[in-house]
């Protein structure tokens, strides 16, 4: 398929730029996948299209304050994203801009506190960044470190928990899981309640989710790896609910390519901690997923690319066009949709 064919174009003023409170008083869009009717309601009536044996899978992993800004020894500023690290002081990172700073150039992010020496270009075009520190980083994150939001959010958080899962646990991910935003411990406790069992498992949000695909022929885009883990507990309560006819509802596209990449053809799903580089895209066939809850995505990609292989391109498009003219807010702090 063609690049071209995901693109839409949306009034800017559908960027939201702040969550709704409370966070399940987002609107949420029902499409259904097997007529495309659309049923427009709110995120807290989320438990009316849920049934009992069903098992929602939600991801605990917790967003670092990775964004740093810092100065070289020129004086010019230079904006540090941390992706992942790479050893204990050594992590790779998104430099910007990055293309004239060379091996060996020092970053100063709070002088006396915390400094970075730049290392190698990676061959995805990252850099190696070591920090330069005293005692234990955690802290000097949240004292130095912003929470890394989307270049579309152009407005400081109120709160920096508003960009942060109300069960967030593990951290390591520099961009939140953001269909997962809309929950509260009160919304969850309703869903149990009703007989739904509720797992965790733990992909973190990297470079792989949200890199652009400049190709357009996107069978060549190449996703990056992400880490994901994924209980014993909860693979095997995933795969009493499927033995047993529930359906497994995976809150976005991060628990859908966990999921998906840990099933087997009999779709089911095997516990343990790996990497996936999963591209899904219209005609894959889903093995463990029986309905999905997602936000609103960008054109061109690939987390649009993996909706409308679950849910069908053209209803997909049809179903974002109805949202659309109906007014619902887009990207991470936007509105919500369940594909069932």
Not at 91 to 116: D, N, S, T, Y
Request: some cysteine; hydrophobic content about 45%; proline content about 6%.
């Amino acid at each position: 398929m063609r690049l071209s064919e995901f693109d839409f174009a949306l009034p800017p003023e559908l960027i939201a730029q702040a969550p709704v409170r409370p966070r399940d008083a987002a609107r949420l869009l029902v499409l259904q996948r097997a007529t495309g009717a659309l049923a427009h309601r709110v995120f807290r009536d989320l438990p009316a299209f849920l049934r009992p044996g069903d098992v929602v899978v939600l991801n605990d992993t917790k967003v670092l304050p990775a964004r740093l800004r810092a100065r070289r020894n020129t004086g010019g500023p230079v904006e540090v994203l941390l992706l992942r690290p790479v050893s204990k002081d050594t992590w790779e990172a998104l430099l910007r801009p990055g293309r004239k700073i060379r091996p060996g150039a020092r970053l100063r992010f709070a002088p006396g506190v915390l400094e970075g020496v730049v290392g190698d270009r990676t061959a995805s075009g990252t850099r190696m960044i070591t920090l330069v520190h005293e005692g234990d980083l955690r802290p000097i994150l949240e004292r130095v470190g912003e929470m890394p939001t989307p270049p579309y959010i152009t407005r400081a958080l109120d709160d920096p928990h508003d960009y942060q899962t109300v069960y967030a646990r593990a951290e390591g991910a520099v961009a939140a899981p953001t269909a997962g935003l809309h929950f509260t411990n009160r919304l969850l406790a309703e869903i149990r309640g009703g007989g739904v069992e509720v797992v965790f498992l733990t992909l973190h949000v990297g470079l792989g989710t949200f890199r652009p695909v400049r190709v357009e022929d996107i069978a060549a885009h190449q996703m990056d790896a992400e880490a994901y883990e994924i209980g014993r507990s909860a693979a095997g309560t995933i795969n009493e609910a499927r033995r047993r006819g529930g359906r497994v509802v995976a809150v976005g596209t991060t628990c859908v390519r966990a999921i998906e990449a840990a099933s087997g053809e009999d779709g089911a799903v095997r516990a343990g901690a790996g990497t996936t580089d999963l591209f899904i895209t219209p005609g894959y066939r889903f093995r463990a997923t029986d309905a999905m809850v997602t936000n609103f995505h960008l054109p061109k990609s690939t987390l649009l690319m993996l909706a409308s292989a679950f849910a069908g391109r053209d209803r997909l498009f049809s179903a974002y066009a109805e949202a659309i003219r109906e007014g619902y807010r887009f990207y991470s702090f936007g509105d919500a949709m369940l594909i069932a």
